[in-house]
């Protein structure tokens, strides 16, 4: 019997599990999740919960609810992944050996890789640093608030955007968008990564009266000043910060061969083996690949990761319909005012970017419940 280990809860790591179990029988392996948390979070909604729009406590479930019964649940931290000995060591001193491994671990975040981020700044990317936002924006009444970006890459690209979107909406329903100002900055010469997207996008925040500052790598935070510079020479005052941390690939992954410098698996594009190692295989935020950092990239990844590690260990060919990744992705992008866009776009196309609309803004209010029933169990 094969060994699998899954390193990672998250949604591309409980998908996978999922599926492997699915399609393989008890006696050809034995498949073990490591997860940091007995908790399985649906991130995506943190960005309500900033906004009061949505209970936090509707936002996880149980990681064991969400994994087949034949699938192994262990709940520690890895310290150590021993590449040449087969196994992965956790914190409390077990080690866990493998014939076939994945990655999942996503990204972490680094606040430290910006000066002034832990006393200045406001995020939404963790649950309690959504609420903690949730606060300040109740007791904000007026002034300069700067959206910003700590670092490429990061998780969720569009949520920049679309918190931008949905705050311009918030202020005005609470009658403070007249005495306010929202400036959002990004790290490149346009307001988004994808050029497409960033022509979408940049009428729209000029139409909202938003300020624009492109160029604009922040370099360090000074709380007691209330002020943010960047590498440019840019400075910016503010009443609110609110920055997507910096990220980095999980710390026990800096160091070795298979990450490069900031934790990031190398991995190959098509089909997501780590390098030098077919017996490894990385997917989502855990990757190097230049694809978004998104829960959808994971969701189109893992049905490629399960064939080739059903062939491998059936010593057959991979799935044809799943034997290579061409870097599928597709993400709602919230407008504000009840309406949205999708976006859907892979290695060899652009995202065309449809005009906002209240039925896309209601598909993405959908999925977000339904996002438990189909998405991690792997019925959709």
Same mark, same amino acid.
């Given at each position: 019997?094969?060994?699998?280990?899954?390193?990672?809860?998250?949604?591309?790591?409980?998908?996978?599990? $999922?599926?492997?179990?699915?399609?393989?029988?008890?006696?050809?392996?034995?498949?073990?999740?490591?997860?940091?948390?007995?908790?399985?979070?649906?991130?995506?909604?943190?960005?309500?919960?900033?906004?009061?729009?949505?209970?936090?406590?509707?936002?996880?479930?149980?990681?064991?609810?969400?994994?087949?019964?034949?699938?192994?649940?262990?709940?520690?931290?890895?310290?150590?992944?021993?590449?040449?000995?087969?196994?992965?060591?956790?914190?409390?001193?077990?080690?866990?050996?493998?014939?076939?491994?994945?990655?999942?671990?996503?990204?972490?975040?680094?606040?430290?890789?910006?000066?002034?981020?832990?006393?200045?700044?406001?995020?939404?990317?963790?649950?309690?640093?959504?609420?903690?936002?949730?606060?300040?924006?109740?007791?904000?009444?007026?002034?300069?608030?700067?959206?910003?970006?700590?670092?490429?890459?990061?998780?969720?690209?569009?949520?920049?955007?679309?918190?931008?979107?949905?705050?311009?909406?918030?202020?005005?329903?609470?009658?403070?968008?007249?005495?306010?100002?929202?400036?959002?900055?990004?790290?490149?010469?346009?307001?988004?990564?994808?050029?497409?997207?960033?022509?979408?996008?940049?009428?729209?925040?000029?139409?909202?009266?938003?300020?624009?500052?492109?160029?604009?790598?922040?370099?360090?935070?000074?709380?007691?000043?209330?002020?943010?510079?960047?590498?440019?020479?840019?400075?910016? $005052?503010?009443?609110?910060?609110?920055?997507?941390?910096?990220?980095?690939?999980?710390?026990?992954?800096?160091?070795?061969?298979?990450?490069?410098?900031?934790?990031?698996?190398?991995?190959?594009?098509?089909?997501?083996?780590?390098?030098?190692?077919?017996?490894?295989?990385?997917?989502?935020?855990?990757?190097?690949?230049?694809?978004?950092?998104?829960?959808?990239?994971?969701?189109?990844?893992?049905?490629?990761?399960?064939?080739?590690?059903?062939?491998?260990?059936?010593?057959?060919?991979?799935?044809?319909?799943?034997?290579?990744?061409?870097?599928?992705?597709?993400?709602?992008?919230?407008?504000?005012?009840?309406?949205?866009?999708?976006?859907?776009?892979?290695?060899?196309?652009?995202?065309?970017?449809?005009?906002? $609309?209240?039925?896309?803004?209601?598909?993405?209010?959908?999925? $977000?419940?339904?996002?438990?029933?189909?998405?991690?169990?792997?019925?959709?």
């Amino acid at each position: 019997m094969k060994r699998i280990v899954i390193i990672g809860g998250g949604m591309g790591g409980t998908l996978i599990a $999922n599926l492997l179990a699915r399609q393989l029988k008890p006696r050809e392996a034995h498949i073990t999740v490591i997860s940091a948390s007995a908790r399985h979070m649906y991130q995506p909604g943190w960005l309500y919960v900033a906004l009061g729009r949505q209970d936090p406590r509707a936002l996880s479930r149980s990681e064991r609810g969400l994994l087949s019964k034949k699938v192994a649940l262990h709940i520690g931290a890895v310290s150590k992944l021993d590449l040449e000995g087969q196994q992965v060591e956790l914190e409390g001193g077990e080690s866990l050996p493998y014939d076939y491994l994945v990655i999942a671990t996503g990204s972490r975040m680094v606040l430290e890789d910006l000066p002034g981020f832990a006393g200045g700044a406001q995020h939404f990317y963790t649950e309690e640093a959504a609420f903690r936002l949730h606060a300040q924006l109740e007791e904000f009444n007026g002034g300069r608030i700067v959206i910003g970006v700590g670092g490429l890459p990061y998780k969720c690209p569009v949520a920049p955007l679309e918190f931008t979107f949905l705050l311009d909406e918030y202020l005005a329903h609470r009658g403070l968008r007249g005495r306010s100002e929202i400036v959002y900055t990004f790290p490149l010469g346009r307001v988004f990564t994808i050029e497409s997207v960033a022509e979408f996008a940049q009428p729209l925040l000029e139409q909202r009266g938003i300020k624009i500052e492109t160029f604009f790598n922040a370099e360090e935070i000074l709380p007691d000043q209330k002020l943010v510079r960047s590498m440019e020479g840019t400075e910016l $005052n503010y009443e609110l910060l609110i920055m997507t941390p910096p990220h980095r690939g999980a710390k026990f992954l800096e160091g070795l061969a298979i990450a490069d410098a900031q934790g990031w698996v190398k991995t190959d594009r098509a089909t997501l083996q780590v390098a030098d190692h077919p017996n490894i295989w990385a997917v989502g935020d855990a990757t190097d690949l230049p694809i978004s950092k998104a829960g959808s990239t994971a969701h189109f990844e893992a049905p490629v990761i399960v064939a080739h590690i059903v062939a491998a260990l059936r010593g057959s060919a991979p799935d044809p319909r799943h034997a290579e990744y061409g870097g599928h992705v597709m993400c709602f992008l919230e407008t504000g005012y009840g309406k949205a866009s999708l976006l859907d776009f892979d290695y060899q196309h652009s995202p065309q970017v449809a005009q906002p $609309n209240a039925i896309t803004h209601y598909q993405k209010m959908v999925f $977000n419940k339904a996002y438990w029933y189909i998405v991690p169990t792997g019925v959709f």
